[in-house]
């Protein structure tokens, strides 16, 4: 079978889509498979003197999903001056059974330098200088995200407060999500210590802060390092803590040190007391992951990891 994106009807949609982003005839020469990076299809389409990224959405809610994500990278930008890819078109095409989201493709470094790690800081440092007035998304159009097939609501709760925030819109949905999907069963142990641990949150979350900016699925893979500095990709942008996306970047893999020395010298402010509360903003990705992909063996492994969480913040 074809990569899903190698259709006659999806590439098709996507050469007509170039072309007229360029004003002349562009067509496809190569394809690069990126469904290991990405929890959609994905993959890297060249032609004559320019590669874009596409990314398939399946399903009644495509178009919606691809306008999200169009609309959330445009929020960034035009927020916080973060750089993001160029939208080819509309930034969508439909397809039969789905829409692609289609983008100018950036040269992304995998070997990250330290200068790099200090960009990516800096990206995350410009995003939280961005206030709202509230935890949440309240933009009448919506900036409610996803990971992976999970749905990521970002309405604000009526407290108004970032613990209940947290709780209600991530830890307790991707917690039923994952009792669903039976990677935990309703007597299993983590479902009591993710309750008694949101029941504590308050005591435990440090200072109030103000609703700041955040990309929402910050870890590293979505905060590329390009020759020409940092570009954020796929974000679920809402009004939140600081700290739940300076924590999410390193949920999969380590960072360099230089990601919080960027940080700061970009004027990111950084309690002191962020590394104890680290684990707490780990909680809801962990859950999510565990969700998603707890039945393989990479997903597994983050029950572990959630399971050591828990205790350490007991």
């Not at 005839?25 to 590669?51: C, E, I, N, Q, Y």
């Not at 990278?73 to 289609?102: E, K």
């Amino acid at each position: 079978m074809p990569h899903p994106l190698l259709t006659p009807d999806a590439v098709a949609a996507v050469e007509r889509a170039v072309s007229a982003h360029r004003g002349r005839a562009w067509r496809v020469t190569r394809f690069t498979d990126l469904d290991a990076r990405a929890s959609h299809p994905a993959g890297l389409l060249a032609g004559d003197g320019l590669t874009v990224f596409a990314k398939l959405h399946t399903g009644p809610d495509a178009a919606a999903a691809t306008d999200r994500e169009v609309a959330a990278l445009a929020l960034l930008t035009t927020r916080a001056g973060v750089r993001t890819p160029v939208a080819v078109g509309t930034g969508g095409v439909a397809v039969p059974g789905g829409h692609v989201l289609v983008q100018e493709a950036v040269a992304v470094r995998d070997d990250r330098l330290e200068s790099d790690w200090r960009a990516v800081g800096g990206l995350l440092a410009a995003l939280h200088a961005v206030r709202g007035e509230a935890f949440g998304a309240t933009d009448p159009a919506g900036y409610d995200g996803s990971f992976g097939p999970l749905p990521m609501s970002s309405r604000p709760v009526a407290s108004g407060r970032w613990c209940d925030f947290l709780v209600e819109r991530r830890w307790l949905p991707f917690l039923r999500a994952g009792v669903d999907a039976g990677r935990f069963d309703a007597s299993d142990p983590f479902v009591g210590a993710v309750e008694r641990l949101a029941a504590r949150l308050p005591e435990l979350a440090g200072p109030d802060v103000p609703p700041a900016l955040l990309h929402g699925d910050a870890q590293q893979n979505n905060l590329l390092s390009t020759p020409d500095g940092a570009v954020a990709v796929d974000p679920a942008p809402y009004f939140g803590h600081p700290e739940a996306d300076l924590a999410a970047v390193d949920v999969f893999e380590p960072v360099g040190p230089g990601l919080l020395a960027g940080y700061r010298d970009a004027g990111g402010v950084l309690d002191p007391g962020f590394p104890a509360r680290r684990d707490l903003w780990l909680v809801g990705h962990q859950l999510a992951v565990v969700a998603v992909d707890g039945g393989s063996a990479w997903g597994r492994q983050f029950h572990d990891r959630l399971a050591e969480t828990l205790a350490r913040c007991r």
